[in-house]
């Protein structure tokens, strides 16, 4: 974990994720969206959910880089998009800095912009957001770990015995 910026972890299931997707889907349900509009890569997965949950059929995608593992670099637009949002969801899994956020409303000015989890800098850039998390936390999300045998505890006593 980065020293400089964060000093606390907050992992999130995919249970959690898709718990947290569809709560974020109550406040949306009554509203009427062209279709969705996906920050890549950490919002194409909560995007998905979010087209299952509201019955949106159309998806595109914005492609944007701006981070190199935990540390945020300059932005690089590697997709954009050839309208201005209007009627559209923009989905995206975090605004953290808000330096993404805001070079996506650049482009996408009149869209509804959500993320399942905010932190402080980034929550005036969006429209909505579910959970607001502390700004020096890191997120761990499920598609960034993997699942690996952990050994008894009696195992690995014995093992520091011998």
């Not at 995206?92 to 402080?120: C, N, Q, S, W």
């Amino acid at each position: 974990m980065s020293t400089d910026r964060y000093h606390n972890q907050f992992t999130i299931s995919w249970d959690r994720l898709h718990r947290d997707v569809r709560m974020l889907c109550h406040q949306l349900v009554d509203r009427d969206f062209k279709g969705i509009v996906a920050v890549t890569r950490g919002g194409l997965i909560p995007a998905a959910l979010i087209a299952r949950e509201l019955d949106i059929r159309l998806i595109d995608t914005v492609c944007i880089k701006s981070y190199e593992h935990m540390e945020q670099s300059s932005i690089n637009v590697l997709k954009g998009i050839d309208h201005d949002g209007d009627g559209w969801l923009l989905v995206d899994d975090l605004v953290d800095t808000g330096k993404t956020a805001g070079a996506v409303r650049e482009m996408l000015p009149r869209a509804h912009f959500v993320t399942i989890y905010a932190k402080p800098e980034g929550r005036p850039m969006v429209d909505q957001y579910l959970t607001e998390v502390a700004q020096d936390t890191w997120i761990q999300f499920p598609w960034d770990m993997g699942i690996s045998f952990v050994e008894p505890l009696v195992d690995q006593l014995r093992t520091r015995k011998e």
